[in-house]
């Protein structure tokens, strides 16, 4: 083919000039960059990597030496509060109960174990309260034992929805409890067993005993205000100057109890209770909420009681 005068000319090509070799270095040259920066990024990332693995497996380690540490510590004190617990010394026994309850809110997976040790030392024989010898308005003044509070104490603070049956429900046994001038303000104790059980002076302040046994239990001058006591089993209890003002005692068992003019039944619920057996003469139910349902038909001096017949609820209560 022969160019024609109007036909472009291509720029020579100079001695050693090769278009296909000049393109072949320029890409090995690039390619050769960018793979000499992917491979320097590569070693820092994998550097960091590694230094950052070990960086945080020496604070699992550290971890791991805080935790056994921190256990150690935890079993070194529930074996000096066991030691504490079964000295003699009353206020020794309240030491430990005081450092068990530290390792309850420190250590969940001994909180358990915390609690068997208080149910356990209630379950025992204990003394009662003490006289302190003090006297105002010719009443005597007594003090808890020590050790009973404090164990005491561990099973109102115990977290209850962790309780192995149903939140607030562990099924406590306590036959013969003794717990004499012991203050359980709410404390939560659902279905418990306390049969035989010494509880004159003790307070129940707002109490959860729903359900609970007190059979033939001994409650003089015992407070129950605003307590729970809702199918509670009072059978053949000594209720002599109990306070149960504003407390819940639907459906619970009083059969034999005793009562006298001194208890008090005031902003109480006694619907649905049986008094089998009772003794109600000079029993005062001023002010009871209701008395509907309750069953006073096996009753002894129901005549007798005041303000009974024409309390709340009278109507569709159970009569002799």
């Known amino acids: 083919m022969t160019d024609g005068p109007g036909t472009p000319a291509l720029l020579p090509l100079e001695d050693g000039d090769d278009t296909a070799a000049t393109g072949r270095v320029s890409t090995r040259r690039w390619l050769w960059g960018i793979g000499l920066t992917v491979g320097v990024n590569l070693a820092v990332t994998v550097a960091a990597f590694i230094g950052l693995t070990v960086q945080y497996r020496g604070l699992d380690l550290e971890q791991e030496k805080l935790d056994l540490e921190q ?83 561990v099973i109102r603070d115990r977290v209850v929805y962790e309780d192995p049956v149903a939140p607030g429900m562990r099924e406590f046994r306590f036959p013969g409890l003794v717990v004499e001038g012991v203050r359980l303000h709410d404390v939560v104790m659902r279905g418990a067993n306390a049969a035989g059980c010494y509880g004159a002076l ?60 001194y208890t008090v039944f005031e902003g109480a619920n006694p619907s649905d209770v049986t008094f089998a057996g009772a003794d109600l003469v000079g029993a005062n139910f001023v002010g009871v909420k209701s008395i509907a349902g309750a069953d006073f038909s096996a009753a002894i001096g129901v005549d007798r009681a005041l303000n009974l017949a024409n309390a709340p609820g009278a109507e569709s209560a159970i009569w002799p």
């Open 71 to 153: 256990d150690k510590a935890i079993t070194e004190q529930v074996t000096s509060a066991a030691e504490l617990i079964s000295s003699s010394e009353v206020n020794a026994q309240a030491a430990g109960f005081r450092m068990l309850r530290r390792v309850a809110q420190i250590s969940p997976d001994d909180r358990e174990h915390v609690v068997d040790l208080a149910e356990s030392y209630l379950a025992n024989d204990r003394p009662g309260a003490r006289s302190i010898g003090l006297y105002t308005d010719e009443r005597p003044v007594f003090e808890a034992n020590a050790g009973t509070q404090a164990a005491v104490d």
């Open 202 to 261: 003790s307070e129940w302040h707002g109490a959860d005993l729903t359900g609970s046994n007190f059979y033939e239990c001994a409650f003089e001058w015992a407070q129950f205000p605003r307590a729970d006591l809702t199918e509670v089993t009072f059978t053949g209890a000594n209720l002599d100057d109990a306070v149960f003002e504003d407390a819940d005692l639907t459906g619970a068992r009083l059969d034999r109890v005793s009562v006298n003019e």
